[in-house]
């Protein structure tokens, strides 16, 4: 299916799976994120095509991702985001719809610093906590959390679906995804419907360094970094699960914005 930027992607020189997880494959990394209408990242293409690589497989350069997050009955993970926790814990299964892959991970952001603990899975078992699953989240949060109780006990409780374009800086690798046409679903209520945050363009940069290419390109387009911009943790909001989502109001309030120029 096409979408509007596939023109303009075929500027980019293309980047093979293999040559990305080479180039950029660092699991450990700075994260940075913006909010951007569509037609603000249309132009922002032109001024990143010289720089980056786009991935492509089989032809295709952009992809269906679908997230089932966990969390434990009080929205623990929620709630360490909301009350900006230096230490903060994300648990999904990442289904990539275009390869039939999926994964179990376990990110661990510290003070800014973000490590992620993954591994590969059958795809029908995406958004299952298997005993596999529950072994390795039980691993990994003793490893992060050490001299702490037991692991809690987490269960699904958001879906997010999306468009991604991944590029990848020539020189030193830094990586972009850039997710769009995002919908969030609260899986503990069966009447719930999906949320599409439309016309919203979600660019993440994961780098090792503070003053990366995309930050100078942001700054020269007038684009500040989004304050807090979690997908898991807005589908918590937008479903109104969330006590408290002062974090994430001024996110909110952009993201409102970003949909009323569709009405323009």
């Not at 913006?34 to 786009?54: G, P, R």
């Not at 692991?151 to 590029?167: C, D, E, M, V």
């Not at 007038?222 to 109104?240: F, N, P, Q, R, T």
């Amino acid at each position: 299916m096409a979408t509007t930027f596939d023109t303009k992607l075929e500027k980019f020189q293309a980047l093979t799976l293999t040559e990305l997880n080479a180039q950029a494959s660092y699991l450990k990394r700075i994260d940075r994120k913006f909010l951007l209408t569509k037609n603000q990242f249309a132009e922002i293409l032109e001024d990143l095509k010289e720089d980056f690589q786009v991935l492509e497989i089989a032809g295709k350069k952009v992809f269906s991702y679908d997230n089932v997050y966990m969390d434990t009955d009080k929205y623990l993970f929620y709630n360490q985001h909301q009350d900006k926790f230096k230490t903060r814990t994300k648990i999904r299964t990442r289904l990539y719809k275009d390869s039939d892959m999926a994964f179990f991970e376990f990110k661990q952001k510290i003070n800014g610093i973000t490590q992620k603990f993954r591994y590969q899975f059958p795809s029908e078992e995406h958004g299952i906590m298997t005993k596999g699953k529950k072994r390795f989240f039980e691993w990994v949060w003793q490893s992060m959390y050490q001299g702490t109780p037991e692991s809690p006990k987490i269960f699904p409780s958001i879906k997010t679906a999306y468009k991604r374009i991944t590029l990848v800086e020539k020189r030193w690798g830094e990586r972009l995804t850039v997710d769009f046409s995002v919908k969030t679903l609260d899986l503990r209520d069966e009447s719930a419907k999906d949320v599409k945050l439309k016309n919203l363009v979600i660019i993440e940069s994961k780098s090792l360094w503070d003053d990366c290419i995309s930050w100078k390109i942001m700054k020269k387009y007038g684009i500040a970094e989004a304050s807090s911009c979690s997908k898991y943790s807005l589908g918590v909001v937008y479903a109104g699960l969330a006590k408290k989502y002062d974090t994430f109001d001024k996110t909110m309030k952009e993201i409102e914005k970003i949909k009323s120029e569709l009405k323009k």
